[in-house]
């Protein structure tokens, strides 16, 4: 119940800042850019508008990710309310939940906004929706898992690092986790086992994102397969949990005076 | 219930547990990750698509990393080649434009230039099989880099190798031969070539040349498994002369290449550059060990 409460805070405190309004406005202002973007084309009208459309709401997502998660430790330093929550019969577990699914719902109801401004969009270009246009749904839920893995990422490391490093990191691991398979194929091919073995623990080490991609796919109205469903969101799921299993243990230790 | 919230109470207890969960769940995820690899995961494809074709659009995009993004984009190629290699395709769809993009971005990136025109004439599996892109390759090379003199010596490999033109080869090695720094052998080639297109001899020499000038360890290691395929094809031609003597003298073909050490026709059991003894075949014909690591088709 607690960690409701406290997630319910996070989302009525994440909601309050001005960015976040910012990314929004002008992830919405893309995607209806992208119509236009489309009509100077021949033949890829369509393909543009969703290719553009899902990637606006994956990139301007990942920015909202990074900047609600960094800020979940330093803020509640630096305004000393960290105390207070510490002080009350709350554990430091409940707390990292509590701000971890706060975030979470933060990021679903801007998805949720995104989304419906990409849905608008193909129905002005179209006139009309179908279907065949729920698959898009699936993408915007892959874009969902990813960026609650960001999210993870940026609340591990803002628990251990100030806020502008934090984002650093958190972007610099999302770059690496889309090329995990290029580190893998460099293992694969290079003639030293150490490096070999090492690109290889890394591959698995490292949050993979490039799973999770399936914009490319949709556009050209291919089906995502029902594997790629299980496997992403248990992927996903689990972890989540690690990087949720992290973040408390680093959180436990840390000693706020 | 009460001993599992007291269990959780004590932090001790609660880091571990947080310990166990996260190796749990890390050791769930690896072989999650290879089913999803194993079902096609990260590398799913739409066929090959190349999403953005035009360099040029690349270097607007690229906002002043231009540079970085070649590099990207040649690494691209090379594991782009690599993989058809290790897969045994012999399709390269995207190998041409791919390395179209990467020179747009880097006109003078001259490893792109020199290496993409290999892959693109060699001949499939080696290579992509398209020499005349090769030298479109090449020859917006020599545009961009006028004052590179190596890349006629590429035209001329390519119209002598893949294209078999001997006249066009000579002529490019002689318009090599005449820009300012290059090597004085770049004449002599033009001359060999010119005279002796086609000859053994003269492919040895350039081979020889390419192993000598090398600047690069692959480039150097190339030349020597085609100067050792060339040394195999000499030994293999002399050895059935030899075997077509003894069948002239001594009335019947010989049983094996030990006869011929017997009949003192050679001081030792023959062997190829890899130090593989040569077989005579049951029809009387030498030929490579099986176990020999020459390759005679790069000759072909």
């Known amino acids: 119940m607690r960690v409701v409460t406290i997630a319910i805070h996070t989302f009525k405190e994440s909601v309050r800042q001005k960015v976040l309004y910012n990314l929004v406005a002008f992830a919405l202002l893309l995607i209806g850019a992208s119509i236009l973007f489309g009509s100077i084309s021949v033949g890829v009208e369509r393909i543009i508008l969703i290719t553009l459309g899902l990637t606006s709401i994956s990139v301007f997502g990942l920015l909202i990710a990074i900047f609600i998660g960094i800020d979940l430790v330093s803020k509640e330093i630096e305004r000393r309310t960290i105390y207070n929550i510490l002080s009350k019969p709350v554990t430091r577990v409940e707390f990292v939940l509590g701000k971890y699914l706060g975030l979470l719902l933060t990021l679903l109801v801007n998805t949720g906004i995104m989304t419906a401004g990409f849905y608008a969009a193909l129905y002005y270009q179209k006139r009309t929706l179908g279907p065949e246009d729920l698959v898009f749904l699936g993408a915007v839920y892959f874009i969902l898992l990813q960026l609650a893995m960001v999210v993870g990422v940026a609340l591990v490391f803002s628990c251990i690092s100030t806020p502008v490093l934090s984002a650093v990191y958190t972007f610099c691991l999302f770059v690496i986790g889309n090329f995990s398979a290029d580190l893998r194929a460099f293992g694969q091919q290079t003639e030293n086992a150490l490096l070999g073995t090492a690109c290889g623990a890394l591959y698995y080490a490292l949050p993979n994102f490039a799973n999770f991609n399936v914009i490319s796919e949709v556009a050209h109205a291919q089906k995502i397969p029902g594997y790629l469903w299980v496997g992403n969101s248990l992927y996903a799921l689990l972890y989540i949990t690690i990087l949720l299993g992290l973040a408390i243990l680093i959180f436990e230790e840390r000693e706020f005076r | ?300």
């Not at chain 2, 290790?86 to 230039?113: C, M, N, R």
């Not at chain 2, 049951?282 to 790069?298: C, F, I, M, Q, T």
Request: net charge positive; proline share 5%.
């Open chain 2, 1 to 300: 219930m009460t001993s599992l919230h007291a269990f959780f109470s004590h932090p001790r207890s609660r880091r571990r547990a947080c310990w166990l969960l996260v190796l749990l769940c890390f050791l769930c995820l690896i072989p999650l990750q290879r089913s999803l690899d194993l079902r096609g995961g990260s590398e799913r494809a739409l066929g090959e698509v190349l999403f953005l074709p035009s360099g040029r659009v690349l270097r607007q995009l690229s906002l002043g990393y231009d540079g970085l993004l070649a590099d990207v984009y040649w690494t691209r190629v090379v594991q782009y080649f690599g993989g058809k290699r290790v897969a045994h395709s012999t399709e390269f769809k995207l190998l041409g434009p791919l390395l179209q993009i990467t020179t747009v971005l880097d006109p003078h990136l001259i490893i792109a230039y020199r290496f993409g025109s290999i892959f693109l004439a060699d001949k499939p599996p080696r290579g992509a099989g398209e020499p005349l892109e090769a030298l479109a390759l090449l020859h917006r090379g020599i545009v961009a880099n006028p004052e590179y003199w190596r890349f006629w010596e590429d035209v001329g490999f390519v119209y002598y190798w893949d294209l078999k033109d001997y006249a066009a080869a000579a002529r490019a090695f002689q318009a090599g031969s005449e820009r300012p720094g290059a090597m004085t052998w770049m004449r002599a080639l033009a001359a060999k070539v010119a005279a002796e297109g086609g000859e053994l001899g003269t492919s040895k020499f350039l081979w020889s040349e390419i192993a000598r000038q090398a600047g690069n360890e692959q480039i150097r290691k190339n030349a020597e498994e085609h100067l050792m395929a060339i040394q195999a094809t000499e030994d293999i031609g002399k050895l059935n002369e030899l075997v077509a003597l003894y069948n002239q003298r001594q009335g019947q073909p010989p049983r094996s290449l030990q006869a011929l050490v017997a009949a003192g026709y050679l001081r030792a059991s023959p062997r190829d550059p890899s130090g593989k003894p040569y077989i005579l075949d049951a029809d009387g014909h030498v030929k490579l060990n099986p176990r020999s690591s020459v390759d005679l088709s790069l000759l072909q």
